[in-house]
């Protein structure tokens, strides 16, 4: 059983996360690498909101192959190439977390490997 940790006495989130995530002892762990906005077909959507689902489809794929879902995750850390892709990329993680959120970290970045990617993902999952 995960237990969330957002402290009454300091500030609250900012956005939809959770300050700290507690993991039980005898978890097991799933780490993803960053994922890119990438198909099966090689296509990148256009549009960060666009990118991020994708991403996050991606990385929903390999939980599911880790018997694990969304719910599992406990730390999201995302990259975006520019504080207009902040919104998107938060509207995109905040319709994947239905429950309590994650801990998650939000950096912007000089780019990525090809400059048509806005937005990298990377989760830490526990069950």
């Known amino acids: 059983m995960l237990t969330y940790h957002t402290p009454a006495d300091m500030p609250a989130p900012f956005a939809n996360y959770s300050h700290a995530v507690e993991i039980p002892p005898g978890a097991r762990l ?3 690498s960053g994922q890119l906005a990438i198909d099966a077909a090689g296509v990148i959507p256009m ?20 018997d694990m879902t969304m719910e599992d995750v406990v730390r999201v850390n995302a990259y975006v190439t520019g504080r207009e892709h902040m919104a998107p990329y938060m509207a995109a993680r905040d319709a994947r977390f239905s429950g309590a959120p994650p801990a998650s970290t ?17 989760v830490i999952a526990a069950k």
């Open 106 to 122: 939000l950096m912007i970045v000089g780019g990525f490997t090809r400059a048509e990617f806005t937005v990298e993902i990377e």
């Open 47 to 66: 549009g960060t909101r666009a990118q991020a689902e994708l991403c996050f489809d991606n990385i929903e794929k390999i939980l599911k192959a880790g």
């Open 30 to 32: 799933i780490v993803t």
